[in-house]
């Protein structure tokens, strides 16, 4: 009986819900795939609705949204996706390229410094900066 309470407690919610939603995940990553953006943007959100802190799907939304010119909506996704750990190159880079669009640039600038400190050899960062400081 204590093995199975130990194995109950050890899953956290996030899991749980993942697990249970792992279809509707699937489904998703084919629509992104498959180009369907306005699909994906819907079945994505929905998504979240269940599984808030879902990494992949906040960064592709975000992604979306960038694709779409909505660089603040961009932003705003990359930031909850940099909440589930923030030393994702990938995410901190799409989000200088937003604060860039936004003429935001000293945030942009902050973004590829962290880059910087991650993954020195990061040449799409080094690009952006030398396009900063120009």
């Known amino acids: 009986m204590c093995d199975i309470l130990v194995g109950l407690f050890s899953k956290t919610p996030e899991d749980i819900a993942f697990k249970k939603n792992i279809e509707q995940f699937k489904k998703f990553k084919k629509l992104v795939k498959a180009k369907k953006y306005s699909d994906a943007l819907k079945l994505g ?7 808030p802190y879902n990494h992949d799907v906040l960064f592709t939304i975000g992604g979306i949204y960038y694709l779409n010119n909505k660089f603040r909506t961009a932003i705003s ?3 909850r996706a940099l909440e589930t750990g923030d030393s ?3 995410v901190l880079l799409m989000k200088a390229y937003s604060h860039q669009k936004l003429q935001e640039n000293k945030i942009s600038f902050d973004c590829c ?13 080094s690009n952006l900066l030398a396009e900063l400081n120009s």
């Open 77 to 79: 996704f990359f930031d």
């Open 88 to 90: 994702d190159v990938e």
């Open 113 to 125: 410094k962290k880059i910087q400190i991650l993954d020195p050899k990061n040449k799409p960062a």
């Open 45 to 51: 959100l929905d998504y979240l609705e269940k599984v």
